[in-house]
Every structure is written in C-alpha cells, then in structure tokens.
C-alpha cells in the first residue's frame, strides 16, 4: 500500500479490514465457532444492557424513555431488556441517585396482561433493592390501578418502613377515571414518604388524609407541590380549607403550583383553588375546551385575585374569541406585586402588549418575563406584525435590557 492509500484510510479502521481475503479465510478455519464474530456479539456491545455491565456500579443517574410502543413485540423486547438491565444495576450499583422512567402508558392494549405484569415485577424489585439510596423518582405518565401503583412504590420503604425519596414525580402515574383521593392504600403508601421536598401528582390524589399525612411526616423539608387537574381527572372531591391552612403553617416554605388542562369553569376551579393555599403559580389552558355558557371573565376578576400576594407565575391558554379580556387581564397582572412570568395565548388586542410594556416602564408591575401569542380570525397577520415591530421599537431599551420577551401575532382559523 502506498503513501497515498495510507491518507485516505479511515483512522478508526480495524487493520483487519487490508488483510486479504484468502488470508481470513485461513483465519476463521482455524478459529473455533465461539471464537468467531457475530451480529449477535456486535449488537451486545451496541446495547445499554452492554453499558450497564461495564460501567453500572458508577451510574448515579438514569433516565429511560420508551415513546409510543405500537405493537406488542415492542413492548414484550423492552420488558426483556428492562428486566436484564435492572437485575445488572441491582446487583452492581450502589451509588444510584435518580431514576427517571416517564411516559410508559401501562394502560395502553399494547401492554399485554402478561407482559406488563413482568416489567412490574422487574422494577418493584429493583427499587426494593435501590430505594435506600434514591433521591428523586419519576414514573410520570405509567398509567396504573391504584392498587398497581401502590405495589411499585410499597418497596422503596422495604427496609425502614420510610422511604429516602425527596423528589417524587407521580404525574399521571394512575390511569384515567380513578378517584384515587379514596383509597386508604394510597395514603397509606404516601405516609412512608418521610423526607419529600419535591412532589408532583394529580389532583384526584389530593385529599385531607393526603394532607394530614404530609403535615406530620414532612414538616421541616416540603418545599414543592405541583398539581396537575385535568378533566377526565375525578376532581369534585371536598377538601377543607383548614387542611391546606395547617400544611402552610407547618411547612412554611411551601409553594404550591396549579396545572388545569380544559378545567376552565369558575365554579370547578373556586372548589379546587381555596384562599388558604399557598399558591406560587398557575397555568390553565383549555385545550379547545369549548361551552357557550362558560365565561372567563369571573376567574379573572373574582378567583385569582384571592392571590395577589403570593402568585408569581401565570399561564393562560383560551380560545374565546367572543369575550374580550384584555382590561380585566391588564388589572390582575397589576394586582399581583409578585408577579414575574406571565404567558398567554389568546384573542387579544395587539394594544394590549403597549399597555403591560408601559406599565412595567413606570414600575407599577414586577414581570421579567412576557410571552404573548395573540390570535386573529385572519390569515394575514401583516397589520398587527407591523403594530408589534413598532411597539418593539419604543420600548427597544426595557425589553433588551430587562425582560425575556416573545410577542407574536398568529392566525386561528
């Protein structure tokens, strides 16, 4: 081979690639059947059970993402390779502080009875095995029976009857329709957890019990509570107001934050959202929720205010565009001192972006963030773009220099 074919050459190429055919075959007649490479052996080297065997006893922190399974094969191979990969980490690992396993869907028909039963089986062995030394736990979106979900969690308090978990992640983890908010297992599974600083769940888990037991087990360390209210969630149930009053004053730091996804009606919401609740934020979007009689006017001007003293985040996604809001949301983000973020989607006019950039000019709002999305029942957006370059333009200095600002003008057909 000459100089030229030498520059030319891969780097990363295997010096078995040059030798010359008749040299290999004398090679693999000598060699045994097991000596030999396979796509077998290759594909083990390619794999993340290959990755757990050489460098698991290092890993502190594992995320695993299995999208979309659209047929039982898919999910039977991913319950097998889970299966190694968790009996692996369990035997080598020791130093595991996180484990994140989102958007599996166990409810979903792809997930065969038995199937799904073997990967329960596999994970509520390893977190018995690991759950001493885990610190945060995401099984976001699993889809489980409550009774399901209770037994996959049973096992991180296995040794001490109270779980080590700080940060808890639980959203959506119960299937659709379950009101979970009623089942004894369920509080009595959450009372093990001991040390929370973190949880995110759904609302049809909320309940006084749920309370109580958070006041009494976490007093000195709860810091977060993120609620998500959907509505195929079960969320009529009753909660006292001197529950939520009684975790606020026991856990004094705690700020808690409201996702509603097409819970939009006033009446739903002032059962949900009570005066005595800390609440840091709030998002509510609609999704294409759509009632004639259902007017947001009230929530604005009634509901939120109760909590201008401690909002600091708001996020509202509606498609009224027979109500116009733009005073009433004008006033509130006014009234909330503390306010910071604030995002909307929604029919605006596009004046109503001057209006909020002059009042934060003049001091009398605190936002340091301002996304807008302001929809038209017009194709062209080209008058109200033009309306925003030139409030762009005069207040060219606030916005460079103080805000995180996105204004848009989008067309909703």
Not at 136 to 165: D, M
Not at 366 to 393: F, G, H, P, Q, S
Request: net charge positive; charged share 25%; glycine share 2%.
């Amino acid at each position: 081979m000459d100089e030229e074919d030498q520059l030319i050459q891969p780097q990363d190429q295997s010096c078995w690639a040059t030798l010359p055919d008749v040299c290999l075959r004398r090679v693999f007649w000598t060699i045994t059947f097991s000596g030999r490479p396979s796509r077998v052996h290759a594909s083990e080297f390619e794999s993340a059970l290959w990755y757990v065997k050489k460098f698991g006893r290092y890993l502190e922190h594992l995320e695993i993402k299995f999208l979309n399974p659209y047929n039982a094969v898919l999910t039977k191979k991913f319950q097998v390779t889970m299966r190694g990969l968790l009996s692996c980490l369990g035997k080598s690992n020791n130093r595991l502080k996180s484990l994140s396993i989102q958007h599996l869907e166990l409810d979903r028909l792809v997930w065969r009875n038995s199937i799904r039963s073997s990967f329960m089986k596999s994970l509520s062995f390893f977190l018995k095995k690991m759950g001493r030394h885990l610190n945060y736990l995401s099984l976001k979106g699993a889809r489980l029976t409550t009774e399901q979900g209770c037994h996959i969690l049973n096992p991180l308090s296995y040794l001490r009857n109270e779980s080590t978990v700080s940060e808890l992640n639980i959203e959506d983890y119960f299937s659709h329709h379950l009101a979970v908010y009623s089942s004894p297992q369920f509080n009595k599974t959450m009372a093990t957890f001991r040390n929370l600083v973190s949880l995110t769940l759904n609302y049809n888990c909320i309940s006084d019990e749920l309370l109580e037991n958070l006041c009494d087990n976490n007093v000195g360390t709860l810091r977060t509570m993120n609620i998500k209210c959907h509505i195929h969630d079960p969320h009529g149930q009753v909660i006292w107001g001197m529950s939520w009053a009684k975790l606020a004053r026991h856990t004094t730091s705690l700020k808690v934050n409201f996702f509603f996804e097409r819970v939009m009606k006033y009446e739903r919401l002032a059962r949900i959202l009570l005066q005595e609740i800390p609440i840091r934020s709030i998002s509510l979007r609609s999704c294409y929720f759509s009632d004639p009689d259902w007017s947001m006017r009230p929530t604005l001007t009634d509901l939120l205010p109760t909590f201008r003293h401690t909002l600091q985040k708001l996020t509202f996604e509606f498609n009224k565009n027979h109500e116009s809001l733009d005073e009433e949301l004008h006033l509130l983000i006014l009234s909330c001192r503390k306010l910071f973020y604030f995002k909307i989607w929604a029919f605006l006019d596009v004046k109503f972006v001057e209006r909020i950039l002059k009042s934060r000019e003049e001091g009398q709002c605190a936002l340091r963030t301002l996304k807008v999305r302001i929809y038209t029942n017009r194709y062209e957006t080209n008058e109200e773009d033009r309306t925003l370059r030139e409030i762009y333009r005069r207040y060219r200095k606030l916005i460079d220099s103080e805000l995180n600002y996105f204004v848009i003008a989008y067309p909703m057909m």
